[in-house]
T-cell receptor, first 110, second 114 residues
Framework: GQNIDQPTEMTATEGAIVQINCTYQ??????LFWYQQHAGEAPTFLSY????GLEEKGRFSSFLSRSKGYSYLLLKELQMKDSASYLC???????????FGTGTRLQVFP | EPEVTQTPSHQVTQMGQEVILRCVPI?????FYWYRQILGQKVEFLVS????????KSEIFDDQFSVERPDGSNFTLKIRSTKLEDSAMYFC????????????FGPGTRLTVL
């Protein structure tokens, strides 16, 4: 079966660092994506990992361990505008559909 | 910056009516998708489309659903006879060729079935 787990909610303070974890059990794996989604809006692409290790992109970094079925998204120097849901999605091996987790709602407080 | 567009932004319809949701993918993209998100739930894959045919469809995409690319720019999702449980946000997405390119999502159409 397909199972992607993320914490439902997290809170953090402006300027801090937060790590959002994602574990997955899928029948196939061809990459893991992180998307940001503000309430009522479309998901927007943040990062992509297909090989083990860390990908850094400005204030955002994403890590993948395929053997552990584990990824995290690291957000540094948090800003109020980072308050959003963060969606972990695995791309299917045989097709390229995305299988999404339920998302983690992050609230950043001043 | 090119973007995926969708119309309408909101659609209210009566149960049993047909609706057509429209999408204009990014112009040089080759792969097209529809996803839906019921309020408070996760984004779910509906269908993927490439080379003028369906590549894959989910269990949700039953005989009531169809997709079409009627010309070189539009990509539509039709629901023939809407049900209350079809109420959701429907997102169109597209990506260019290449194995690892990300999918770009449109702003969504909020469908409300009464």
């Amino acid at each position: 079966g397909q199972n992607i787990d993320q914490p439902t909610e997290m809170t953090a303070t402006e300027g801090a660092i937060v790590q959002i974890n994602c574990t997955y059990q899928t029948s196939g794996f061809n990459g893991l994506f992180w998307y940001q989604q503000h309430a009522g809006e479309a998901p927007t692409f943040l990062s992509y990992n297909v090989l083990d290790g860390l990908e850094e992109k400005g204030r955002f970094s994403s890590f993948l361990s395929r053997s552990k079925g584990y990824s995290y998204l690291l957000l540094k120097e948090l800003q109020m505008k980072d308050s959003a849901s963060y969606l972990c999605a695995v791309r299917d091996m045989d097709t390229d559909k995305l299988i999404f987790g339920t998302g983690t709602r992050l609230q950043v407080f001043p | 910056e090119p973007e995926v567009t969708q119309t309408p932004s909101h659609q209210v319809t009566q149960m049993g009516q047909e609706v057509i949701l429209r999408c204009v993918p990014i112009s040089n993209h080759l792969y097209f998708y529809w996803y839906r998100q019921i309020l408070g739930q996760k984004v779910e894959f509906l269908v993927s489309f490439y080379n003028n045919e369906i590549s894959e469809k989910s269990e949700i995409f039953d005989d009531q659903f169809s997709v079409e690319r009627p010309d070189g720019s539009n990509f539509t999702l039709k629901i023939r006879s809407t049900k209350l449980e079809d109420s959701a946000m429907y997102f169109c997405a597209s990506r260019s060729g290449g194995a690892f390119n990300e999918q770009f999502f449109g702003p969504g159409t909020r469908l409300t079935v009464l």
